[in-house]
């Protein structure tokens, strides 16, 4: 074998070249022609320390493909697990069908099989769109054949979103409740934001009479001045911890053991339909109590970090509605009367 300015590991081996690391136990035929682009992008792969993709075109191919890009790479870490909850299904599926075989009616088919469960196939849908765009930028597919994923209609939400809280279920809540979901209650309405990211508030997050912190699902920076309420409470409260929210020993906590704990003391409840009421749902609750007070659709969104109108209709629901009327009737009003003095 000969170098004949090869890159580095690359060797002339009977009228191919063959890549040899031998600190890795590497030594692979590259039948590639050197300088090509696939070549390159085989070498690449080989520097790395892993053998490439198969060559065959695939939704296994794809799949492995898209999980290297930096899409995916770059996606939050709950969004990624559930990305490869769905892509896992989709991998059963059709592991080694062809996606330039995929047409519009089989994904319209895969999506009416899952109608029993009507959020999880909508995002089944969603991934799709995803993979099906990866699938092009790596010439899976052709520019004229669009995504057969795009334009499949959705299962519609058959409810205006999670349900508020009713007020004698808070005031039950707020009597019965562990220090600790009563903390997490709190937390809540006061600050209208997930549950992920109240389990994440952090003491030094709370200053001056604020909040400040960047939300998990958006990446959205907040600054929000505490409620008087909210600031009371925390007030009495113990700082036990980094987080606010913290186990006997100052720990942060993980959601599934709060979510058991808000399930427990509900369990124990004395009304009928206490434990339907699920923690998010209080987000809605903070939504109503804005727009209930007088506040706009971006002053709302300034609170909750909602990014679009269109959330803000399900969570702020009929409420939004007479809000917004009453203000602009109002306004109508005001005319009217000033048509009067003139």
Excluded at 99 to 128: F, G, S, T
Aim: aromatic share 10%.
């Amino acid at each position: 074998m000969t170098k004949d300015g090869l890159p580095k590991f690359v060797y002339r081996d009977r009228g191919y070249v063959r890549f040899i690391r031998r600190s890795r136990g590497l030594s692979v035929m590259m039948k590639e022609k050197p300088g090509t682009p696939e070549f390159w992008d085989h070498y690449n792969q080989l520097l790395r320390g892993r053998d490439p993709l198969p060559s065959k075109r695939s939704f296994e191919t794809l799949i492995l493909s898209y999980y290297e890009g930096d899409a995916f790479k770059k996606l939050k870490p709950r969004t990624k697990a559930d990305y490869q909850k769905y892509i896992g299904h989709i991998r059963t599926i059709w592991g080694s069908k062809d996606p330039a075989k995929i047409e519009p009616h089989h994904v319209y088919e895969l999506h009416r099989a899952n109608a029993d469960r009507w959020r999880q196939a909508n995002y089944l849908v969603q991934v799709m769109v995803v993979l099906m765009n990866h699938a092009r930028l790596i010439g899976f597919l052709k520019k004229e054949h669009g995504n057969p994923a795009k334009g499949i209609p959705l299962f519609k939400q058959e409810s205006d979103g999670w349900v508020p809280w009713p007020e004698d279920v808070r005031a039950e809540f707020e009597t019965v409740a562990t220090p600790r979901a009563r903390l997490v209650y709190e937390l809540c309405i006061g600050t209208g934001q997930r549950i992920g990211d109240v389990l994440k508030m952090r003491w030094d997050h709370f200053a001056d009479g604020a909040y400040d912190f960047t939300q998990g699902k958006t990446d959205k920076r907040l600054w929000i001045p505490l409620t008087a309420r909210l600031a009371t409470f925390l007030g009495g409260m113990e700082k036990k911890g980094l987080t606010v929210v913290t186990d006997a020993k100052g720990r942060p906590v993980h959601y599934r053991t709060i979510a058991d704990e808000m399930r427990d003391v509900k369990s124990k409840m004395k009304h009928p339909e206490a434990e339907s009421y699920v923690t998010h749902g209080l987000r809605k609750n903070a939504t109503i109590e804005l727009y209930q007070s007088g506040c706009t659709d971006e002053m709302v969104k300034a609170v909750t970090g909602h990014s679009g109108v269109e959330m803000l209709k399900k969570y702020g629901g009929t409420v939004r509605q007479i809000e917004l009327a009453t203000r602009a009737q109002e306004a109508r009003n005001r005319l009217e009367r000033n048509k009067a003095r003139t």
